[in-house]
């Protein structure tokens, strides 16, 4: 908004940027925001600590990257490779086969079914929406996905890995839609991978807590005023729309008001819960190959339940952490009255666990598009671990705003440390 010459004023009510994505530090505050006495001494420096709150990775080549090369925020941000791609089987993790190779020796598969299955990656790869040619006489928006899979010969074990840590979908009501979605993320994770190679997967040193304050330098050099620890006191409405803003006695009037759900708790509506749990660990996870950075899938197939459980792992490399320890975080969506329990399978694969810290958040949704009352409220962080559902509820605000649909075409490959 402030590159394209709007007048911005940004109030945090929070001492810190990006509110609920935010990274925390020093570690002492993380213990204190959990009310957990600690840390213990072998912790190292608090100030070397940068610990997210919500776990969330960035494909290479997905919307957010775009976003952030588009505004040019990436100047202000270094990124890094996230080391590797997990998915659970069977009580145990595989890593996700990223290449035709890994695919024919990878161990989640027979050997019939490695061949069908790279077939299939072969088929995704070369599809194009434009090129009847190249769709096989399938029609990408009627044929579902789980009669693609069949016309692939592929058994159910190929479809959990397939649509949950290649398409990364979190439940699997994906396979009675259309196929052409599924074959567009599955594309996205490849062309991702393709960039770097070791995995989809970028992360910014410092932590995520990076993305917020470099967007806020940005709006600060075209003129955005930012003002955090400001409590917003009321939203001031005239004829159903908004007017302006108080706090502490002061009123700063607007045209337009951006804001999460916490800021309108009367305008949103809460469609379910997500768990979150941080976990501080003295060593890799286990069948890792010793990665300093994972992610790690938990198909809801594997484990009885609706929806896929994440695990994100980042250490010291990354600046998030002092030397010799990782911050593991596990997130899903709550489905039973006992939450902490719904993530032990999770949990088991990270003992032993130096400390952990819960939290239980309401996923809330606004209950109007904001275009009557010229109020945008944004959606809730979900339980993904990687932008795209978020990038695509920032894309829908913008276009509700403007009018103006946000623009990616040609967009470059960005750099990262290796």
Same mark, same amino acid.
């Given at each position: 908004?402030?590159?394209?010459?709007?007048?911005?004023?940004?109030?945090?009510?929070?001492?810190?940027?990006?509110?609920?994505?935010?990274?925390?530090?020093?570690?002492? %505050?993380?213990?204190?925001?959990?009310?957990?006495?600690?840390?213990?001494?072998?912790?190292?420096?608090?100030? %070397?600590?940068?610990?997210?709150?919500?776990?969330?990775?960035?494909?290479?080549?997905?919307?957010?990257?775009?976003?952030?090369?588009?505004?040019?925020?990436?100047?202000?941000?270094?990124?890094?490779?996230?080391?590797?791609?997990?998915?659970?089987?069977?009580?145990?993790?595989?890593?996700?086969?990223?290449?035709? %190779?890994?695919?024919?020796?990878?161990?989640?598969?027979?050997?019939?079914?490695?061949?069908?299955?790279?077939?299939?990656?072969?088929?995704?790869?070369?599809? *194009?929406?434009?090129?009847?040619?190249?769709?096989?006489?399938?029609?990408?928006?009627?044929?579902?996905?789980?009669?693609?899979?069949?016309?692939?010969?592929?058994?159910?074990?190929?479809?959990?890995?397939?649509?949950?840590?290649?398409?990364?979908?979190?439940?699997?009501?994906?396979?009675?839609?259309?196929?052409?979605?599924?074959?567009?993320?599955?594309?996205?994770?490849?062309?991702?991978?393709?960039?770097?190679?070791?995995?989809?997967?970028?992360?910014?040193?410092?932590?995520?807590?990076?993305?917020?304050?470099?967007?806020?330098?940005?709006?600060?050099?075209?003129?955005?005023?930012?003002?955090?620890?400001?409590?917003?006191?009321?939203?001031?409405?005239?004829?159903?729309?908004?007017?302006?803003?108080?706090?502490?006695?002061?009123?700063?009037?607007?045209?337009?008001?951006?804001?999460?759900?916490?800021?309108?708790?009367?305008?949103?509506?809460?469609?379910?819960?997500?768990?979150?749990?941080?976990?501080?660990? *003295?060593?890799?996870?286990?069948?890792?190959?010793?990665?300093? *950075?994972?992610?790690?899938?938990?198909?809801?197939?594997?484990?009885?339940?609706?929806?896929?459980?994440?695990?994100?792992?980042?250490?010291?490399?990354?600046?998030?952490?002092?030397?010799?320890?990782?911050?593991?975080?596990?997130?899903?969506?709550?489905?039973?009255?006992?939450?902490?329990?719904?993530?032990?399978?999770?949990?088991?694969?990270?003992?032993?666990?130096?400390?952990?810290?819960? *939290?239980?958040?309401?996923?809330?949704?606004?209950?109007?598009?904001?275009?009557?009352?010229?109020?945008?409220?944004?959606?809730?962080?979900?339980?993904?671990?990687?932008?795209?559902?978020?990038?695509?509820?920032?894309?829908?605000?913008?276009?509700?705003?403007?009018?103006?649909?946000?623009?990616?075409?040609?967009?470059?490959?960005?750099?990262?440390?290796?």
């Amino acid at each position: 908004m402030s590159v394209n010459g709007k007048k911005v004023l940004h109030i945090d009510r929070n001492n810190h940027y990006g509110g609920e994505m935010a990274s925390i530090t020093p570690l002492e %505050e993380l213990y204190r925001r959990f009310n957990v006495i600690g840390p213990p001494e072998p912790m190292g420096r608090g100030r %070397e600590w940068n610990v997210d709150l919500i776990p969330k990775f960035l494909m290479a080549n997905g919307q957010l990257v775009k976003m952030l090369l588009y505004t040019e925020v990436t100047q202000y941000i270094d990124f890094k490779v996230v080391d590797g791609s997990y998915v659970y089987k069977a009580g145990k993790i595989h890593k996700v086969p990223c290449t035709e %190779e890994e695919a024919l020796v990878s161990d989640l598969m027979g050997i019939f079914e490695k061949r069908r299955f790279r077939k299939f990656l072969l088929f995704v790869m070369n599809f *194009s929406d434009h090129n009847a040619k190249t769709q096989y006489d399938i029609d990408p928006r009627k044929m579902t996905m789980r009669e693609l899979y069949r016309r692939f010969d592929l058994g159910p074990d190929v479809m959990a890995f397939t649509g949950h840590a290649l398409a990364l979908y979190r439940t699997d009501d994906y396979l009675d839609l259309p196929c052409l979605e599924t074959i567009n993320r599955i594309r996205l994770y490849y062309e991702s991978l393709v960039k770097y190679s070791k995995s989809p997967y970028l992360y910014p040193l410092y932590g995520l807590g990076e993305l917020p304050q470099g967007f806020a330098r940005l709006s600060a050099l075209n003129g955005g005023i930012y003002m955090i620890n400001k409590p917003v006191d009321e939203i001031l409405m005239e004829n159903g729309q908004v007017v302006g803003v108080k706090s502490e006695g002061e009123i700063a009037y607007c045209k337009q008001l951006i804001c999460d759900p916490s800021y309108v708790p009367d305008q949103v509506k809460k469609i379910g819960q997500v768990i979150r749990v941080i976990c501080i660990l *003295s060593h890799p996870i286990r069948n890792t190959s010793e990665c300093t *950075s994972c992610q790690i899938v938990i198909p809801q197939t594997q484990v009885n339940r609706n929806s896929d459980i994440y695990v994100c792992m980042v250490a010291s490399s990354h600046c998030v952490a002092s030397d010799g320890k990782y911050v593991a975080i596990i997130s899903t969506t709550v489905e039973t009255e006992d939450p902490e329990k719904e993530i032990q399978p999770a949990l088991d694969l990270l003992v032993p666990v130096d400390q952990k810290f819960v *939290s239980i958040t309401d996923q809330l949704i606004p209950k109007h598009d904001g275009t009557k009352k010229q109020v945008f409220i944004s959606k809730s962080y979900d339980a993904t671990t990687h932008f795209e559902t978020t990038s695509n509820d920032i894309k829908d605000m913008f276009r509700r705003m403007t009018g103006a649909n946000l623009d990616f075409a040609d967009m470059w490959s960005m750099d990262t440390q290796d």
